[in-house]
C-alpha cells in the first residue's frame, strides 16, 4: 500500500511560480519512478512530467522549458516546480506512481 499526499497549490498570477510537492509513504519510492498530472475542467487528465528511480525526467511539451520535476529519495518526496505559468496551467495537479494516485491539489493561474 502506498499514500501519496501532494501539496502547494494555490492562486498565482500569469508569470508566478509555484513548487508542488507529493510525500510517498512506503518503502517503494527510491525504486519507482514517480509522476505528474493534470485535469483541468471538461478535460482528459494529462502527464505533465515523470521522474525515473535514477532521475531521468521527461515533459509534456507544453511545460519544457517552465517545469521542472525532482526527487528527494530521503525524504520520499517528488517535486514540481512551475515558473513562468500560464492560465492554461490551471488544474487539479496529481502526484502519481504506478498504481496509486494522491488526492490532488489545485492549482489556478489568473490572467
Known amino acids: 500500500q502506498v499514500q501519496l499526499v501532494e501539496s502547494g497549490g494555490g492562486l498565482v498570477q500569469a508569470g508566478g511560480s509555484l513548487r508542488l510537492s507529493c510525500v510517498a509513504s512506503?518503502?517503494?519510492?527510491?525504486?519507482?519512478?514517480m509522476e505528474w498530472y493534470r485535469q483541468a475542467p471538461g478535460k482528459q487528465r494529462e502527464l505533465v512530467a515523470t521522474?525515473?528511480?535514477?532521475?531521468?525526467?521527461r515533459y509534456a511539451d507544453s511545460v519544457k522549458g517552465r517545469f521542472a520535476i525532482s526527487r528527494d529519495n530521503a525524504k520520499n518526496t517528488v517535486y514540481l516546480q512551475m515558473n513562468s505559468l500560464k492560465p492554461e496551467d490551471t488544474a487539479v495537479y496529481y502526484c502519481?506512481?504506478?498504481?496509486?494516485w494522491g488526492q490532488g491539489t489545485q492549482v489556478t493561474v489568473s490572467s
Open positions: 502519481k506512481t504506478d498504481t496509486w
Open positions: 512506503g518503502s517503494i519510492f527510491r525504486v519507482i519512478a
Open positions: 521522474i525515473t528511480s535514477g532521475g531521468r525526467t
